[in-house]
C-alpha cells in the first residue's frame, strides 16, 4: 500500500517564478492538508481539502493556491515566488478531515527560490 | 492560536540512556496532543497521540508521553535510546473544538544519540 507521494522532489526556481508541487494521498484516504516547513522550524499549516474544496486556511497570502481533484490527488501552487518560499513542503493526508484522525505524511518537495 | 513550546532545540544522549524531550502548550482550550518524528530528508511519522483516557500514551519504537493538563505539558520519554533513534521531533496541538484537521508544530527538537 503506498503511502503519501509528492513530486517533485527537488525543486529549484527563481524569484518572481511560478511553481506547482503534486500530492498523492495514501489509499483510502480524501482529505490533504498542506504545510510548509522552513529551515530550523516546525511545519506552518497552510490549508487544507477535502470534497474538492478549501475547507481552512492558515496565515498564508493569496499567492498560495490549491487543488483538489476528484481522485483526491492535491496541488499547491505559488505565484511571484519571493526568496522566504524556500522551504520543505509538506503534504498530510487522512481519512476525514476530523483532527483525531491521523494524518500521514508525504516526503516533501524541497523548494529553493534562488 | 495555538503555541506549542519545545523547551530544547537539541538534546545530545549517550546510546541506552533515558530521555526525556520536552513540550509545553498555551491553549484556553482542550487539545489533542501528537510527537511526530523527522528523519533525515523524510516526512514526519507518527510516533504517539493523546486524544483522551489515560495520560500516560504508548507510541511505537519504545516511546511514551504524559498528558499533565495543570502543567500544560506533553512531554516524550524513552528508557533507553538507540543510535536509530537519532532525528528531529515535533510535538503538535489540534484544538478539540475543531472540526478540522489543522496541526500547530512546536519548532522541534533534534535528538542526537553518541555511541
Known amino acids: 500500500d503506498a503511502g503519501v507521494t509528492q513530486s517533485p522532489t527537488h525543486l529549484i526556481k527563481t524569484r518572481g517564478q511560478q511553481v506547482t508541487l503534486r500530492c498523492s494521498p495514501k489509499?483510502?484516504?480524501?482529505?490533504v492538508s498542506w504545510y510548509q516547513q522552513a529551515l530550523g522550524q516546525g511545519p506552518q499549516f497552510i490549508f487544507q481539502?477535502?470534497?474538492?474544496?478549501?475547507?481552512q486556511r492558515g496565515n498564508f497570502p493569496d499567492r498560495f493556491s490549491g487543488h483538489q481533484f476528484p481522485n483526491y490527488s492535491s496541488e499547491l501552487n505559488v505565484n511571484a515566488l519571493l526568496l522566504g518560499d524556500s522551504a520543505l513542503y509538506l503534504c498530510?493526508?487522512?481519512?476525514?478531515?476530523?483532527?483525531?484522525?491521523?494524518?500521514?505524511f508525504g516526503p516533501g518537495t524541497r523548494l529553493t527560490v534562488l | 492560536a495555538q503555541s506549542v513550546t519545545q523547551l530544547d532545540s537539541q538534546v545530545p544522549v549517550f546510546e541506552e540512556a533515558p530521555v526525556e524531550l520536552r513540550c509545553n502548550y498555551s491553549?484556553?482550550?482542550?487539545?489533542?496532543l501528537f510527537w511526530y518524528v523527522q528523519y533525515p530528508n523524510q516526512g514526519l511519522q507518527l510516533l504517539l497521540k493523546?486524544?483522551?483516557?489515560?495520560?500516560l500514551v504508548k507510541g511505537i519504537n519504545g516511546f511514551e508521553a504524559e498528558f499533565n493538563k495543570s502543567q500544560t505539558s506533553f512531554h516524550l520519554r524513552k528508557p533507553s535510546v538507540h543510535i536509530s533513534d537519532t532525528a528531529e521531533y515535533f510535538c503538535?496541538?489540534?484544538?478539540?473544538?475543531?472540526?478540522?484537521?489543522?496541526?500547530?508544530f512546536g519548532r522541534g527538537t533534534q535528538l542526537t544519540v553518541w555511541p
Open positions: 498530510a493526508s487522512s481519512g476525514t478531515p476530523a483532527g483525531t484522525d491521523t494524518q500521514y
Open positions: 489509499s483510502g484516504h480524501d482529505t
Open positions: 481539502y477535502y470534497e474538492e474544496e478549501e475547507r
Open positions: 491553549s484556553s482550550v482542550s487539545v489533542y
Open positions: 493523546y486524544l483522551s483516557g489515560s495520560t
Open positions: 503538535a496541538v489540534l484544538d478539540r473544538g475543531s472540526t478540522l484537521g489543522r496541526l500547530y
